[in-house]
DNA sequence: AGCCATTCAATCGTATACAATCGACTTGAC
DNA sequence: GTCAAGTCGATTGTATACGATTGAATGGCT
């Protein structure tokens, strides 16, 4: 992986280490202790966004958030560009930053693009799934169904979080396992009401179980298609949550 | 606990945004005439990245790039800033920013998310297409022809981009669209090359006729096949060329 | 009274300045 | 000759300051 492609192996200067060392990276987690302001204030941000904290449409002043954290307005700037970037939070050329109002719409549209990506991992999975994999989805769906039997409704939220991040990893490709952690990020929020309805854990359950069948049976389509239902069920369920609030 | 629905207009303040204009995110054509230093700089600079001015493994220093723009160091720095959140460029602490040199164990990891968003919006649009759309996706398709004719690959080029747009659009799902058009811009560097092989761009063409009979018949599982083989195949051919140049 | 122009205040975007951090080089000892 | 520690330089990350643009309010005019 250190080889890069070099589209354009003749402008390379001799002295610059241009070849040398690229970073191992890829890995985009917010990586170790080093104290960077700027990358631990979106993350809190994020969190107060997903835990509510700030309401949809509120507008978050660069002032305000500096004070609050000590810091001066640059690195806040910052963050908010991140979470503009990430989708969260939108930019008005001189009015601020607001915390973005999604409509049903938009949310339907993104469950859509996810349950397309997860049945896409699934798919993969199937066919390049090896034995640590399978052991690691094995693990996280006796967690789920620990948590189901148990009723811990926010256990099985965490430990759905881990069952889906087992196929990711299962899936070879790690391109497709950051876009698909990075939209899992991005609705959050919306999936934990899922679990409040009545029997919507162990129905999750019941696909769980299929989908590990599938997908240790090496049925790449039925994975696909197991996983497609079982996202695509969560945005219709959150569309019916709206609808009984609306009024 | 308030969800980012708007649901609960009472938090509402004055005059909230919470409408659903997306703003394409990385719209900021040149034809306004704001001043908008920062987003000039995004733009010029993915430019000379995909255009190989910058080669991977290059490290962009935010001095020079101020000097050469006259601007100061902040633009610049939100620019790469911009550049790292789509993937373009990578920073390492304190050591720089430095053009990603993406592997190709990588470039095709993207290649098969791209063929599946893809397949996908065109399955969308089989069905979802009005007149309208499918006036725009003749006309794409029109011009493509016409650029092949004359041998154009400059030409051609940019009308493919075109004509996936038509699709885009057509898909009715915003939020795929803009996935979409992100991962198109990252590859756009590489699709480039795909038009110099032999009869690629005829072959291509002759893809993009499918494809519009599929769309234009309301046929979503052949428009969908149709488009993630004319993906996959530039992932392939992007692969053989890479092996032909290695050694 | 209603509408329009001007003024005003607030906020963003940018410029400049400073400090902390890390790598590379030099220098010295073993 | 090799290794290690210390110093230096370079670059990022953050702080502060300033100008420009925009929305809103106020006062005058029709």
Redesign the interface.
């Known amino acids: ?9 003749s ?2 200067k001799a002295g ?1 280490p ?2 040398r060392s ?2 191992a ?2 890995s985009a987690g917010p990586a170790g202790g ?1 104290k ?1 302001k700027a990358g631990d204030i979106r993350d809190r941000l994020e969190q107060e ?1 997903a ?2 904290t700030h ?5 978050l002043d660069e002032q305000v958030i500096a004070a609050r954290f000590g810091v001066s307005r640059t690195p806040v700037r ?1 963050a908010i ?2 979470l503009v ?1 990430g989708g969260l939070v ?1 930019r ?2 001189n ?1 601020g930053a ?10 339907v ?2 469950f ?2 996810m349950a ?2 997860e049945a ?1 991992a699934g798919r993969l999975a199937a066919r390049r799934i090896d034995a640590a994999g399978a052991k690691r989805l094995e693990t996280a769906l006796v967690a789920c169904e620990a948590a189901a039997d148990r009723e811990a409704h926010d256990a099985y939220y965490y430990e759905n979080e881990r069952f889906h991040e087992a196929i990711y990893d299962a899936c070879g ?4 396992a950051g ?1 698909a952690r990075r939209l899992h990020l991005r609705l959050k ?2 999936r934990r ?1 899922q679990l409040r309805f009545p029997h919507r854990m162990r129905q999750s359950l019941a696909e769980h179980r299929r989908i590990v069948a599938a997908i240790e049976a090496g049925d790449g389509p039925g994975a696909e298609a197991e996983l497609k239902g079982h996202i695509l069920v969560q945005g219709e369920r959150f569309a019916d949550l ?1 609808a009984t ?2 009024p």
Do not use: C, H, W, Y
């Open positions: 992986m250190d080889s890069a492609i070099d589209t354009a192996p402008t390379l610059e241009a070849d690229l970073p990276a890829s080093v960077r966004i835990t509510g309401p949809a449409g509120e507008r910052e560009n991140q970037a939108e008005i050329p009015r607001f915390v973005r109002a999604m409509g049903l719409a938009e949310l549209e993104m859509e693009v397309e990506l896409m490709n790690a391109f497709l876009e929020a919306f009401l709206v609030l609306k």
